[in-house]
Each structure stands twice: as C-alpha cells, then as structure tokens.
C-alpha cells in the first residue's frame, strides 16, 4: 500500500493505492468510495480483493483529507469533480467503482457528469430521499435529527438518527407524532460534550441526502450501473426503500449483497458485517455474473 496526497481546488485529497498501477491482471483500478466514511471503512473489504489494485480514498474534510476552500458541507458534485481529478491524476480510468451510502450518491454524480470515468459502478443504498414518493417527509425527518443533535449532543442525534434508519415504509404522520428516543434507548452516551461536527448528524450532509440523480444521464451512460440493497436491509426502511426506488427507475433490478447497510466491514459487535461473504458477491457483480 502507498499513500499520497493530489492538491485539487480548495483541498489536500489523501489517497491509498493497494497494489501496481498499472494493475498486474490488465483490469482498471478498483474505488472503494463512501461518505462520511473514509478509507479506514474500506480495508477489511479490499483485503479480499488481493488480485486486484484498489484505491481507497478519503472525502475533502473527512478522515485526512484537508479542505482549504472554508466551507464544512459535504457536498455530492463537489466530491465528484474530486474523484475526476484523481481518476485522471491515476491515469487509469475508466475505473471500477464500489461505492456505498453517501459515496454512491457522490459516485451517481461523478457518472451523470463525466461517464467516461467508468467502466462499472456498483451503487450500495444511496440514500437518495429525491426517488422517493414522500421525499419532503424524509427531509423533514433527517432536519429533526439535525436538531436533536443541535440540543442534546451526539448521543441524542445518533439516537434520533438510529430511530429514522430502523423506521419501516414512508415517514407518516405516526413517524412524526410520536418523541424521538434518548440515547438510553441504544446504549449510546448521555452526555453532551460540547461537540457539533459530526457529518452525519450536524446537517453538512444535507447535499448528499437531497441531491436529485440526474436519471437521463445516468441512463444514457455506457457504464454498467448496479443498484445494491443489503439482505439485511430490506425494502422497507430508507435506504432500502431507496436503492429499489432508484433501480426500478434505471429500469434494472437491485442485487441483494450479504448483511446490512455496512455489511461490507469487519469487526466485531452487533453492526459487524461479512465482509467475505460481500466481497464474495461484489466479486460476481464485478465480473458481470
């Protein structure tokens, strides 16, 4: 593995290029992309890639990746002329790509504005709330996260955050009417320490929940796109719900890969993946199986 660093408009992108460029099997480089997570997500999936050259990187302002342009939002078509820059800075394109949560949005934007970036992309549950039929009700439900977080601090968030993700069908009035949980209700810490970063919860993601995928282009694209959904996941909360409505409006199936949302990460705990078992399927999906 080596790390570098590419100098793009208003930041410092650090980057991870496990194995030779160019690749020794002839294929193009592999992207593991998400947002808000960085590369440290991605490394017990691309240990189970040892063939291939991957490339893991993290998103201007998270992990060590340094923003110079003083803005704090994270912004979907920001990220994607990052990733553009660095598709060209390899020299390798057009790439693979597996990207997942925010990162599949920012990947959605990077495909609908320069499509000769990529050969394929697998989509993970984008959480797109813009192909769903009660968008404005998602909106409204990730601003009282925002606001939870706001009082209470990130124990309150994630509690308020935990509770919008495990909620099955649309976001009714029922969603709405009834308290968001305390942190008490998932184990999570009490206490507040001061703290109102965080990009999950502060509400300088709101670009990548709100950004409207630009449909005709992606459609128009001679990338091979792929809608994935977790097993675990199901049809039922918001990115599930979300990956199925995306997929049947590219006119294509979504395939269903092992475990959760994060299903692609090791560990251990009650969120802990299969990592094998994802790369397994991503492997296929890959080959075009």
Do not use: C, N
Not at 12 to 34: S, T, W
């Amino acid at each position: 593995m080596t790390e570098h660093t590419l100098h793009v408009p208003g930041a410092r992108l650090v980057h991870e290029v496990l194995g030779p460029l160019p690749a020794a099997d002839g294929r193009p480089p592999l992207f593991m992309i998400g947002q808000p997570m960085d590369a440290s997500g991605f490394r017990d999936l691309a240990a189970h890639f040892p063939e291939r050259t991957v490339v893991l990187y993290d998103p201007r302002g998270l992990g060590r990746s340094v923003r110079e342009d003083g803005r704090e939002d994270h912004d979907p078509v920001v990220q994607a002329e990052d990733l553009h820059a660095l598709v060209a800075e390899l020299g390798a394109g057009p790439v693979e790509v597996f990207a997942s949560s925010g990162g599949a949005v920012t990947a959605l934007a990077l495909l609908a504005a320069h499509p000769g970036d990529l050969s394929v992309l697998v989509a993970h549950e984008p959480p797109l709330a813009a192909v769903l039929p009660d968008e404005r009700a998602v909106l409204r439900a990730f601003a009282e996260v925002g606001l939870a977080y706001e009082k209470g601090g990130w124990g309150a968030g994630m509690a308020g955050f935990l509770a919008l993700t495990t909620w099955e069908g649309p976001f009714t009035e029922e969603y709405f009417a009834r308290p968001l949980p305390g942190p008490a209700a998932f184990g999570l810490p009490e206490g507040d320490d001061g703290e109102r970063s965080d990009p999950l919860l502060s509400g300088r993601s709101d670009a990548v929940i709100s950004y409207e995928p630009a449909l005709a282009a992606l459609g128009a694209a001679r990338t091979r796109l792929v809608v994935g959904v977790g097993e675990e996941t199901g049809a039922e909360v918001f990115t599930g719900r979300a990956a199925h409505a995306l997929a049947e409006r590219l006119g294509t199936p979504p395939v269903v890969f092992p475990s959760h949302h994060g299903g692609f990460t090791g560990g251990e705990g009650p969120y802990a993946g299969q990592p094998e078992a994802f790369a397994r399927v991503l492997r296929e999906v890959l080959d075009g199986a």
